[in-house]
């Protein structure tokens, strides 16, 4: 059974700075991996999708990096903005979607 | 937006009932998924129907059931509720089997069972 660990759970940063938020999976047996983010409350907005064969992608201030061999993933935030603070959750993807308990992100004005 | 839209957004039952949710997938989309999102905690599944047919099932006691209809909208059934059944419910829609591409979310339904 995948599983899936994100590390910090809760991190909070002033307004400004570069972030890095790591996610680990125990299965390299993977279709893509895609990051949300996630409002309190709301459903699930996709980030970005890195197909297996990919090493990463990028999307305006964010940027992901995928190593299937070691099971490894990490998203990259720049000059965080308080509109960024959500719970951003990575989620490897074999024949379903696997989920791990996210990384909360609190930035301050 | 999305595209896949989750009906009600907000429900309140009573313990023992049954409930009914609803989720209209994107278009062109033939697989949707459903998970249970306790507060706090990540989404966790429930089943997953490809072409009207379930073809992947987590953890979940059978009065959770489905339904996926011929225009690919789906419907998440529970029986007998619990109150650990309060949760966020969402659905998820795909254009081709289980993860193959890139899945889109509902905002959800948040379930208060009392």
């Known amino acids: 059974k995948q599983e899936v660990t994100q590390i910090p759970a809760a991190l909070s940063v002033p307004e400004g700075e570069n972030l890095v938020l790591n996610c680990s999976f125990t299965?390299?047996?993977?279709?893509?991996l895609q990051w949300f983010r996630q409002d309190p409350g709301k459903g699930l907005t996709s980030l970005l999708l890195?197909?297996?064969?990919?090493r990463e992608q990028t999307s305006g201030r964010l940027n992901a990096s995928l190593d299937k061999s070691s099971g490894r993933s990490t998203l990259y935030i720049a000059a965080s903005q308080p509109g960024d603070s959500a719970t951003y959750l990575c989620?490897?993807?074999?024949?379903?979607?696997?989920f791990g308990t996210g990384t909360s992100l609190t930035v301050i004005p | 937006e999305t595209g896949v839209t989750q009906s009600p957004t907000h429900l309140i039952k009573t313990r023992g009932q049954q409930v009914t949710l609803r989720c209209s997938s994107q278009s062109g989309h033939n697989t949707v998924s459903w998970y249970q999102q306790a507060l706090g905690q990540g989404p966790q599944f429930i089943f997953q129907?490809?072409?009207?047919?379930?073809?992947g099932r987590g953890n979940f006691p059978p009065r959770f059931s489905g339904l996926q209809f011929p225009n690919y909208s789906s419907e998440l059934n529970v029986n007998a509720l619990e109150l650990d059944d309060s949760a966020l419910y969402l659905c998820?829609?795909?254009?081709?089997?289980?993860?193959?591409?890139?899945?889109?979310f509902g905002q959800g339904t948040r379930l208060t069972v009392v």
């Open positions: 890195i197909q297996s064969s990919q």
């Open positions: 129907y490809y072409r009207e047919e379930e073809n």
């Open positions: 989620v490897p993807t074999g024949n379903q979607f696997y």
């Open positions: 998820a829609s795909s254009p081709r089997e289980g993860g193959r591409t890139e899945a889109f």
């Open positions: 299965d390299s047996a993977i279709y893509n």
